[in-house]
């Protein structure tokens, strides 16, 4: 075990807590206060941003899109230069998030922002970053990824950077309860599915780092066992758990798989899938395309996760299964496309991106991805 771990987030968790915001900016900052398609408007979030900064300086950028486009966030780019800022407030979900970690990262670039998901820049300053998260999912609220949409191309891409880091983050699981079924559902599957790319590996034998992914996968399955009858600590524990899916942690030190999660970016960039729902459809048949390799793990997950007793790894792959379809998701690919070229478009996008053998074994090849998507179908 070897690893380098440090995640300098200040996360301030609880009711109400949106307000100390206006103590975690500087006075003397001006702000970008970055949006979405408008939820916060109308759901009391954006009110209690405003409050919170009456004697601070800012301007306001909404319109970011589910799946941000770096077409949107150029535009946010500019405004942010014409009006002089030099912090960035997301008040959002992960799109807003990461739309505002790519914003900052290419505020100084004089080129295509672009260039950060190629791999042709690579930032060296960058505005403060702050957030107000309002769906709980992706972690990115203190996490370093940022994934981002190029309209254009129809590329869903990803990059990491230092910058990227939020100084500070605001979890008020109040703020969940204007999200609607859909995207309850999306939050409790993503968070999920990211302790699994961190867990269902090999057997490793890293105590700190299994047993805290079986906590975290316990308690997201129970919180699908109890989405009907959702009351405070409910929000509360999905709110926390999705935070320490992927805020770095339980990947430290161990081999990690994030093949699921490569498909889907393609599936959402050429379709416009919800992140989430992509991880749903691919991830089962992933599994089943890596069962010898994966076996050992999915029978510790099948024991300590579900509490049942099996020899079969595919009886624990029917388990996560149940537990998506229980959050009414649709398992059929087929039913988000009916787009022929499906395969030849994804392997396509895949290789562009650099993805010919990947997963902690690197056993996924270009072969193995389009029999998942024949099984996704
Ligand atoms: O745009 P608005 O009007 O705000 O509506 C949003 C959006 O339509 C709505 N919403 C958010 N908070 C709400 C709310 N509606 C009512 N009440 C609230 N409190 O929900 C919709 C979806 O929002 P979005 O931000 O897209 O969802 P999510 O947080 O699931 O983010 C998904 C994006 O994050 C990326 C995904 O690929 C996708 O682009 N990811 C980012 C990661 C990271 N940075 O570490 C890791 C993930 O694996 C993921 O790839
Ligand atoms: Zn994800």
């Known amino acids: 075990m070897e690893f380098s771990y440090k995640n300098p987030t200040q996360i301030e968790f609880g009711q109400g807590k949106i307000a100390s915001i206006s103590n975690l900016i500087p006075k003397e900052n001006k702000i970008l206060v970055v949006y979405g398609g408008g939820s ?7 009110d209690q941003v405003k409050d919170a900064l009456k004697e601070h300086t800012w301007c306001e950028f ?4 589910a799946n941000p486009t770096k077409e949107s966030l150029d535009k946010a780019v500019l405004f942010g230069r014409e009006n002089d800022i030099d912090y960035i407030l997301a ?23 672009w260039d950060l998901l190629t791999g042709d820049f690579t930032p060296t300053k960058a505005p403060e970053l702050g957030v107000v998260l309002t769906l709980a999912a992706t972690g990115s609220e203190s996490n370093t990824g940022a994934v981002i949409t190029k309209a254009e191309t129809k590329e869903k ?27 309850l559902a999306n939050g409790v599957i993503d968070a999920f599915v990211h302790t699994c ?21 316990r308690g997201l399955y129970e919180l699908s066992t109890t989405y009907d009858n959702r009351d405070d ?14 805020n770095g942690l339980i990947g430290s030190g161990v081999p990690q798989d994030w093949g699921t999660h490569f498909i889907g970016h393609e599936l959402s960039g050429l379709y416009g899938m919800d992140h989430a729902r992509t991880l749903a459809v691919i991830q089962p048949h992933l599994l089943r395309e890596l069962i010898d390799e994966k076996k050992d793990k999915l029978l510790q997950m099948g024991k300590n996760v ?12 029917v388990k996560i299964e149940n537990m998506y379809k229980s959050l009414n998701v649709d398992l059929k690919l087929s039913s988000y496309t009916e787009d022929t070229q499906i395969k030849d478009k994804v392997t396509n996008l895949l290789e562009k991106h650099g993805f010919v053998k990947f997963g902690d074994k690197e056993s996924i090849n270009l072969g193995i991805v389009e029999k998942i998507l024949d099984r996704a179908l």
């Open 62 to 65: 909404g319109g970011i899109e």
């Open 91 to 113: 008040v959002g979900g992960g799109s807003v998030a990461d739309g505002c970690k790519y914003i900052a990262n290419s505020f100084y670039y004089e080129g295509d922002g």
């Open 157 to 183: 891409r990803f990059f990491h950077s230092p910058f990227s880091y939020p100084q500070f983050a605001i979890l008020d699981p109040d703020v969940l309860k204007s999200l609607d079924d859909r995207q």
């Open 233 to 246: 600590k409910w929000y509360a524990n999905l709110f926390w758990m999705a935070n320490q899916a992927l």
């Open 197 to 217: 790319e961190q867990y269902i590996t090999s057997s490793h034998g890293l105590k700190a780092q299994d047993y805290y992914s079986e906590g975290l996968l």
């Open 306 to 317: 579900f509490g049942i007793t099996t020899s079969n790894p595919e009886d624990v792959i």
């Open 40 to 46: 916060i408007k109308k759901n009391g979030v954006f």
